[in-house]
């Protein structure tokens, strides 16, 4: 994968031809044996215009692969996506950055011939421009990072290079390197070393003003502190000793942009006490989150994505806790969000999270994004930080609070996959198992409680239906309420009129929960959903979503699309044709059908009561 997606067998290249084949292949690799939703690898094929019949190519796409790629690789279908097993194969990708991490570890400990040895074979693995052949949205996704990651491994080899000093050898690559790359600073540094060393003082020192300058133009900051500092050491006639100018690297120390607040901020929210659960999907997240877990100069980014109460804020802010010794520059926090569910302004949030970075003193007192934008990106700029964002809606809002540099680790949640987390390492979060459930339910109510009526923690675990928020609200109300025993309260979730409106307790409620998700949709969106929920509690296809609309089968599926990228719905496996299954959680369900009841109300009587709760319960 670096340079143009390739397959080779016994030295050999498999011949196979398509951009639309190679991003697939491409995106399953880079997902590490991870699952790829089809909602990715749809936006990777073909942007925000995907075909009607997109699921059908999807399934064509992995047909041929998996003839293509023989029985050693295994492609399986897990909703909602796909995951790919290489078995033994290799991939350059995955060489190049255990030779970059073995060279950056050796350049630290100051064994530079070995380091200088390593990161060369690490790039010696590049072929060209990563993902050629692929779709523009695939590398538009991916390959800056690659690119990103390539440069930074080449900068560590110069720095082994001229602590070894050839600094003469390697003076024309680096005139060329600050030709390409003139906002890379310590490409900037490391020629201005190596001119200083050849005799050529003023030359270097032309080069840092030239440098300064083009920073202003372009990026409106100032250098930051290893050119300011390499620049000083110029002055002083000092520079000329240091083994390879990037101390940060050799030393394994971190640097602080200038104007910077000494105090790391902490603005992570409590740890939850009694979290349980989550095992896979926590460690997943924390191996994200480690630099250990990382190629060298790869950005570290997490997206946690599903419906509302499944517990995505809890995950994030308990591996960020469990993270935080990683991050000693500081750990941000900004919930994207407000009370009332609509998105929070980015300004806003950038503002807030200025005020931790630093003194306010050269922060615009206008809302200007722009500006507030480069500053925030200057005082996270080499910075080991954590930076959670909860609850981001889309991408205008996530874009302007990413950091443009690999330090800081960023750790996002969402009710659904936002391409602006490029790269990203995406947690897809599904209900609980019942064995979880209960354990969850034991932890809110107490374990006493719960194990003295066991029949009764099983229904409530039932018609929970793996929500932790749900489990959470019932645990809540059994212990805050000695007299309110779980048989009672098992008893009025079964009903299913009844059970969202017992599933509230204080500030945590279903039924809120998921209105802004609701009222996220389109309005031709938001009108189909309850007759949509009334074709029952088992998957269906979108011909029988069409059916019950009377619409075409391409318009009902859109629709049907529509909502599972709100995750109101969820797809789930495939009918006999190969064409994806719908499903409604149990609770989303009941939810949609609520708002059918608030505009037509249910007929009086026992007849009219009993035909609404068979449309709760039943399928037509």
Known sequence: MLGPVEVRRDGHRVAFSGAKLHTVLAALLLAREEVVSD?????????????????????????????????????????PGYAMSIGNATID?????????????????????????????????????PFANATEYLADAEAPRLTEARAVTLEHRIAADLALGRHEQITGELTGLVAEFPLRERIRCQLMTALCRSGRQADAIHLYHHGRAVLADELGVNPGEELQATYRALLDGTLDRWPGATPAVRAGARTRPSGTSAAAPAMLPPDTVDFTGRGPELDLVCRALTPDGQGSGRPR???????????????????????????PDGQLYADLRAADGTPRHPARVLRRLLRALGPMDDVPATDDQ???????????????????????????????????????AVLVTGRTALPTVTGAHTVALAPLEPRDSLELLAAAAGPARV??????????????????????????????????????????????LTRL?????????????????????????RAVFPALAALGAQPFPAAEAATALDLPEAEAERLLEALADAALLEVSGADEWGQ?????????????????????????GPAGRAEHNRRLTHRP
Request: aromatic share 6%; with cysteine; charged share 25%.
């Open 301 to 327: 980014r997490v997206l946690v994505t599903g419906m509302a109460g499944l517990g995505k804020t809890a995950l994030a802010v308990h591996a960020a806790h469990r993270c935080q010794r990683h991050f």
């Open 39 to 79: 909602e990715r690898l749809c936006r990777l094929l073909w942007g925000w215009a995907p075909p009607a019949t997109v699921s059908a190519q999807l399934y064509t796409y992995i047909s041929r692969l998996r003839k293509i790629l023989g029985d050693e690789v295994m492609i399986d279908r897990r909703p």
């Open 451 to 496: 194990a003295a009526a066991p029949c009764a923690a099983s229904a409530i675990v039932e018609h929970c239906a793996g929500l932790p928020l749900a489990l959470r609200i019932v645990g809540t109300r059994i212990a805050a309420r000695p007299h309110c025993t779980p048989d009672r309260l098992a008893r009025r979730l079964a009903d299913p």
């Open 501 to 525: 409106r017992e599933l509230h307790s204080g500030d945590l409620d279903v039924h809120t929960s998921l209105l802004p998700s609701w009222r996220a949709l389109e309005p031709e969106v």
């Open 93 to 129: 990708l995955n060489e190049f950055e255990k030779l970059a991490l073995d060279g950056r570890e050796a350049l630290i400990k100051e064994d530079f011939e070995r380091a200088g040895e390593l990161l060369r074979d690490a790039l010696a693995r590049w072929n060209g421009q």
């Open 580 to 604: 994806p299954c719908y499903l409604f959680h149990p609770l989303v369900r009941l939810f949609a059908l609520s708002l059918e009841e608030g505009r037509a109300p249910v007929p009086g």
């Open 370 to 408: 722009d500006q507030l934008v480069r500053l925030y990106r200057e005082r996270t700029r080499g910075r080991q930080l954590l930076i959670v964002l909860d609850n981001a809606s889309g991408a205008a809002q996530l874009g302007p609070l990413l950091p443009n540099t690999p330090e800081p």
